[in-house]
């Protein structure tokens, strides 16, 4: 029998693995496990990876079990979703995994400099009416670059055309190095491995815009701790399809 809401974040308060500290809360705390995030949490000092917009976390929870020698971190405000994955993480007894509750606006508040090396974006809302709050943004990035590794690695995996689209301009734009880029991740896999870390991981929704033969955009590059970060001023194209659970983007024709 499925939880609601009111239980599943009972569950929460009580899991060792979930870690809630919304805006609201920020506002008057500080989180004392900044930097320390190594020893205080993992007891190991393996590379920290970043899950940010998680949703139910199963793609964190997945890349835990793949990669038992990183630490894994998924975020979201939506606790309710990541129930889903924290549960499982604390059934399959993953170590390597943990959740933070909280707005990814000031997800700079909860890691030190240095103390992330990779970050996944995995179907990120594409905010086409608001670049502030594209996770791609240049406004992200700085604080991104308040605790990812000089040169850390982000990944884009999108089913959007628009953000992929703005993210690749504002890559070139700002000469950000590219390590992978597709337009159509799994017409690569079988032509390039380099591929198919991206390619292995597919979310229930992923499957599901697949079937509707969406294309799965994909894209790996470095951020500098250098340089500053300008956004690209071209007018895109706006998506016009309705993905699951999303509203209608926008009444443009779009490329598939």
């Not at 959740?99 to 970050?119: C, G, H, Y």
């Not at 301009?169 to 597709?182: D, M």
């Not at 340089?227 to 016009?240: A, Q, S, T, V, Y």
Request: proline letters at 3%; glycine letters at 4%.
């Amino acid at each position: 029998m499925s939880k609601g809401k009111l239980a599943k974040f009972a569950d929460l308060d009580t899991y060792e693995n979930v870690f809630q500290y919304p805006y609201s809360i920020m506002e008057e705390v500080t989180f004392d496990m900044r930097g320390h995030w190594h020893e205080q949490y993992f007891n190991n000092q393996n590379p920290i990876v970043l899950e940010l917009g998680c949703g139910k976390g199963e793609y964190t929870v997945e890349l835990a079990r793949r990669y038992p020698d990183k630490n894994f971190i998924g975020v979201d405000i939506k606790g309710a979703r990541l129930w889903t994955g924290a549960t499982l993480a604390l059934r399959e007894g993953l170590k390597n995994v943990a959740f933070l509750r909280t707005n990814i606006e000031i997800i700079d508040r909860f890691f030190a400099q240095d103390e992330v090396e990779e970050i996944w974006l995995t179907f990120s809302d594409p905010q086409m009416k608001n670049p502030r709050k594209r996770l791609t943004s240049t406004f992200f990035q700085n604080r991104y670059r308040h605790f990812l590794i000089d040169n850390g690695v982000i990944h884009l995996k999108t089913d959007s055309n628009f953000l992929f689209t703005y993210t690749s301009l504002l890559v070139e734009k700002n000469q950000l190095p590219v390590q992978l880029c597709t337009e159509d991740l799994y017409a690569e896999v079988s032509e390039h491995s380099e591929y198919s870390e991206a390619a292995s991981i597919q979310t229930y929704y992923e499957s599901m815009w697949l079937a509707r033969g969406l294309n799965i955009r994909y894209m790996k590059f470095r951020l500098p701790h250098t340089g500053d970060l300008e956004e690209p001023d071209i007018e895109i194209e706006l998506d016009d399809y309705r993905s699951y659970h999303r509203t209608k983007r926008s009444s443009l024709d779009a490329r598939k």
